[in-house]
């Protein structure tokens, strides 16, 4: 246990790979928030469980909260076939840790990649949530956004300093939190860096996760057909302001199909929130209080 705050597991799945994930145990001992569902936190495409810690121990003062790294990412294992970063692979973890921890049904909030990796959970496996929150992503995507990730994601270049690692960082993202604080932009810097070994600090996944992105010969999964499927599930989507992958357009297409989705727009923020912000907060507080 790192300080008492969460518990590090770990998960074996076929062939070995080792994957691993943060346990946030209820802090609140009264009998009547024993019933309240976990919540799953599923990070983006290049990000690990670190990007949760904040939110993770906020809401642990009522609910049991699992924040794992998807393979390739974090403390998991990287997996020595690259073709095995897709969502189906992905959406089978998250159901193995759900069957190791003898979760029966969880509420998922999910960042980019971890948002759909809950929308196809959901409409592979309806009785294992009991809401979705979607973190600035939908069964579309505008070019810009992804032209821009499928061009960076495995580029990143090894440092010798983390002052090197920040002022990349800083590069990297200003677009997606221009108010950030110095001291934010350092704290940013450490979830997604790490020091691998004495003066050699990297992006803390697998670089071989840019080649499955820009691999084309995967059949292309049914969004949209995904997204429809959770008709009458709990659905909220926060997408950041100034959002280059989530635009408007796609928004209310989404909130069309699926009358019963909310959806909070997060100020000064592109892709993607962090779920730091007040708004966000106040959002996912009150949507989970709601689901």
């Known amino acids: 246990m790192s300080e008492s ?31 309240r569902v976990p919540v799953v936190c599923i990070p983006g495409l290049t990000r ?4 949760f810690e904040s939110l993770a121990l906020h809401l642990s ?38 069957d190791s921890l003898e979760l029966s049904r969880v509420t998922i909030i999910g960042t980019s990649l971890g948002g759909l990796v809950g929308m196809f959970l959901g409409a592979a496996h309806r009785d294992r949530l009991a809401g979705l929150v979607m973190n600035d ?9 992804m032209m821009r990730i499928a061009s960076s994601v495995g580029t990143a270049a090894v440092v010798s300093r983390w002052e090197q690692a920040e002022a990349d960082t800083r590069t990297g993202y200003a677009h997606v939190m221009p108010d950030f604080t110095a001291e934010q932009w350092r704290a940013f810097t450490r979830q997604i860096y790490h020091e691998e070994a004495p003066g050699r600090i990297v992006r803390d996944m697998d670089p071989l ?17 995904a997204f429809a499927a959770l008709d009458g599930l709990p659905l909220l989507v926060l997408r950041g302001e100034l959002s280059d992958l989530l635009d408007e357009v796609t928004l209310a297409r989404m909130q069309a199909t ?4 909310q959806s909070v727009t997060i100020p000064r923020r592109g892709h993607t929130p962090t779920l730091d912000e007040l708004e966000s907060r106040r959002a996912i507080d009150d949507f989970l209080t709601r689901c």
Do not use: K
């Open 209 to 225: 996760l840019g080649t499955a992105l820009r691999d084309t010969s995967m059949p292309v999964p049914d969004f949209w057909g």
């Open 61 to 98: 003062t009522t609910r049991d909260v699992l924040t794992p790294d998807l393979r390739g990412r974090g403390r998991s294992d990287h997996d020595p076939d690259w073709r095995n970063y897709r969502l189906d692979v992905y959406v089978a973890d998250i159901l193995a840790w759900f």
């Open 137 to 145: 992503i939908g069964p579309e995507f505008s070019p810009v956004g």
């Open 48 to 51: 690990n469980c670190r990007d």
């Open 258 to 261: 699926l009358p019963n989705l």
């Open 5 to 35: 705050r969460w518990d590090e597991l770990s998960l074996q799945r076929p062939g070995g790979l080792r994957l691993h994930a943060r346990h946030y145990r209820r802090r609140a001992a009264a009998d009547v928030l024993a019933d």
